[in-house]
């Protein structure tokens, strides 16, 4: 079992010496106290402007990649893994920040406890993580906490060990310093990508951060955000979903209360119902987006199909059998409502009927149009997976019949001889 250890770099002239050094020295240390039997070093410079690269050159024990331009903190670690095909892969920042050894227990952990992904945790004891950025990743822990009900402590940790065939499951993984909140997203919310963790030392950094708290701090949460709708979109739609559903029926249960008992509203409840409408509107479009997002999941090769009470609920809502019940139920209600109004205005030109009728209306109306444009998209998404997939499969196909296909032996030219024979 070989380990290849990443080093990113960008402008790291200060420190990228010693982090060879140590973490060169730190080979036979990991070889003896892990199951890891070899140890390669990889240093991908991303774009240095300084005297990065030709320090690197000096050492011939390590693998040096070269991006001529900047290509970001994500894109020259996923480089470095490709250099070879060791079982492991971990990496560490260039800036002096972590002990290479601490690889030695990374791995122990991960073999041990058989888990996909080991990172070392930079908030324990002996930590001098700045305060700042110490609290911003407790807010971003806390976050991943609610949306995924499993913990972990530091999400951005830049030391960590990936068992190789996780890489298939953990990716795509974004090019930016978003790359680690990113990863630890994507492995919690998904239970087949156990994660270990484990205290330890954190040195202040040689030379200038070129974290952003703020930018940096955005981007992170927008990570965040994005791999919980891709691998878990039920957590944020459905709850979005939810909120607004019992918000409508807090602000819209004195209105219906009035009006069961004395059949009549208040005019100062306009405002009260139209919140509600755009609440029910919301709540209606997060179901709209949650089965597309669930349709778009079955791209995803060898996921199997949602089946639980939410997938299932939602299969029913969006069927044809389904939508045809509520168009059943709903019309002849909007009709109640507007259609007073509908033949005084033709008759009349005027319209009596309370302006709380066409509010309901017109949520009713608006819903319906949601739900059918909604299975209207899903059924054109579902088009278009059945025909990626079916030219996928043809062009597999070719690609073995042309594999299998004997070559053809060329035929030997019949020389002409015209010119080679003498009249006499």
């Known amino acids: 079992m070989r380990l290849t250890i990443v080093i990113p770099a960008l402008n790291e002239e200060q420190a990228i010496a010693s982090i060879i050094e140590r973490t060169l020295a ?6 003896s106290h892990s199951p890891v039997t070899g140890v390669d070093v990889v240093v991908v410079s991303d774009g240095s402007t300084d005297g990065t690269v030709d320090i690197a050159r000096g050492y011939e024990d390590i693998t040096l990649i070269v991006f001529e331009k900047n290509q970001g903190y994500g894109a020259a670690i996923k480089r470095g893994f490709s250099v070879n095909q060791s079982e492991l892969v971990g990496f560490l920042d260039a800036d002096g920040t972590c002990d290479p050894r601490f690889f030695a227990e990374l791995c122990s952990d991960l073999c041990n ?16 993580m700045p305060p700042i950025r110490r609290l911003g990743n407790r807010i971003y822990a806390t976050i991943l906490s609610v949306l995924t009900n499993r913990i972990v402590h530091d999400t951005a ?13 953990l990716y795509p993984l974004p090019d930016g310093l978003n790359f680690t909140p990113a990863m630890s997203a994507r492995a919690l919310l998904d239970e087949r990508l156990p994660i270990v963790e484990r205290p330890m030392s954190y040195k202040e950094r040689v030379g200038e951060s070129k974290l952003s708290v ?3 701090g955005v981007r992170f949460l927008q990570t965040i955000i994005d791999m919980t709708l891709f691998v878990k979109p039920a957590r944020v739609f459905l709850s979005i979903a939810i909120l607004c559903g019992l918000i409508t029926v807090f602000f819209a249960a004195h209105p219906i209360e009035m009006w069961l008992t004395q059949r009549r509203l208040e005019e100062s409840m306009i405002y009260r119902l139209l919140f509600c409408s755009f609440l029910g509107s919301l709540g209606v479009l997060s179901l709209s987006a949650l089965i597309i997002a669930q349709t778009l999941r079955s791209l995803e090769r060898n996921r199997p199909d949602d089946d639980s009470l939410v997938a299932r609920g939602l299969r029913g809502l969006f069927s044809k059998t389904g939508l045809t ?5 709903t ?6 409502l507007v259609g007073p109004g509908i033949v005084s205005w033709v008759a009349e030109r005027q319209v009596y009927i309370h302006w709380s009728r066409v509010v309901l209306a017109g949520l009713l109306t608006f819903t319906l149009c949601q739900l059918i444009t909604t299975k209207v998209v899903v059924g054109l998404v579902r088009i278009h997976i059945a025909r990626l997939r079916f030219v996928t499969r043809q062009s597999r196909v070719e690609q073995q019949t042309r594999a299998r296909r004997p070559l053809p032996i060329p035929k030997k030219p019949i020389p002409d001889l015209s010119r080679d024979v003498v009249l006499t």
């Open 214 to 216: 703020v930018r940096d």
């Open 157 to 169: 940790s830049g030391m960590r060990v990936i068992r190789r065939e996780a890489l298939d499951e």
């Open 26 to 31: 730190a080979r036979e240390h990991i070889v």
């Open 325 to 329: 019940a509520i168009c059943a139920i």
């Open 113 to 128: 406890q058989n888990a996909a992904i080991a990172l070392g945790s930079r908030l324990g004891p002996n930590s001098e």
């Open 331 to 336: 019309t002849p209600v909007i009709l109640w």
